[in-house]
């Protein structure tokens, strides 16, 4: 089974600051999908960005970024210029290609600090 | 442009009492559906997910169960709540076609059972 893991429960970051929030999986699919979605005192779940396993090229949404290493199963999310309002739940997922379930991490609690 | 809703948006039940939550989605046809639950400190769990009117699958054995009357309508319910049944319940829409799809999320229902 395919399993998402976040290592970090709370992170915290200065205003203006970078911060990067780890996320590792597990699958033995060669075609699958990964997404960080954004969580915030809302509890409205909002798609940050995604990134296809067959891309080399790193996936970017302006001030976001991730860092994707396929062979390590590591996807790692970039908050540069970080404000006030990326405070939230960010949480890791994975979907197998050609299916929309998906499977996702327990989040981490990102604090910005004025 | 798709729009989802959930109702209601929060809801104290006593335990032994039914449950009905319902979700509903509008500018998009035969959309898959899907009902999660976040529980506090902790990832969201796939609890139930339909393809087509009628057409239910339960990822989690428990004591609630899922229907969908209508093409656009996801209703999850529970004939007697237990204590652990609280929570935050988000239904969720994908487009059902066409690789690597994310889902969309509605605002949510926080539940207490008490």
């Known amino acids: 089974a395919q399993t998402v893991t976040q290592s970090q429960p709370e992170m915290s970051v200065q205003e203006a600051e970078t911060v990067t929030l780890s996320c590792t999986y597990d699958?033995?699919?060669?075609?699958?999908?990964l997404f960080w979605y954004k969580q915030p005192p809302s509890r409205q779940m909002i798609l940050v960005i995604r990134?296809?396993?067959?891309?080399?090229q790193n996936a970017t949404e302006n001030r976001f970024s991730v860092n994707f290493q396929k062979a390590a199963k590591s996807f790692s999310l970039k908050i540069s210029d970080s404000q006030l309002g990326d405070a939230a739940m960010y949480f890791c997922?994975?979907?197998?290609?050609?299916?929309?379930?998906?499977?996702f991490g327990k989040g981490t609690k990102l604090t910005v600090n004025p | 442009s798709q729009t989802i809703h959930q109702w209601p948006a929060t809801l104290v039940q006593p335990v032994g009492s039914p449950l009905s939550l319902e979700c509903t989605v509008e500018?998009?046809?035969?959309?898959?559906l899907y009902w999660y639950r976040q529980a506090a400190g902790r990832g969201l769990q796939l609890l139930f997910y339909?393809?087509?009117?009628?057409?239910i699958s339960s990822e989690v054995p428990q004591n609630l169960s899922a229907s969908r009357p209508q093409d656009r309508q996801f209703i999850l319910s529970s004939k007697k709540l237990l204590l652990s049944d609280s929570g935050f319940y988000l239904c969720?829409?994908?487009?059902?076609?066409?690789?690597?799809?994310?889902?969309?999320f509605g605002p949510g229902t926080r539940l207490t059972v008490t």
């Open positions: 997922a994975y979907t197998q290609g050609g299916s929309e379930k998906l499977v």
């Open positions: 969720a829409w994908g487009p059902g076609t066409g690789p690597g799809r994310q889902q969309y």
């Open positions: 500018g998009t046809s035969n959309p898959n």
């Open positions: 699958t033995s699919e060669s075609d699958y999908y």
């Open positions: 990134q296809e396993a067959y891309k080399q």
């Open positions: 339909s393809v087509g009117i009628g057409q």
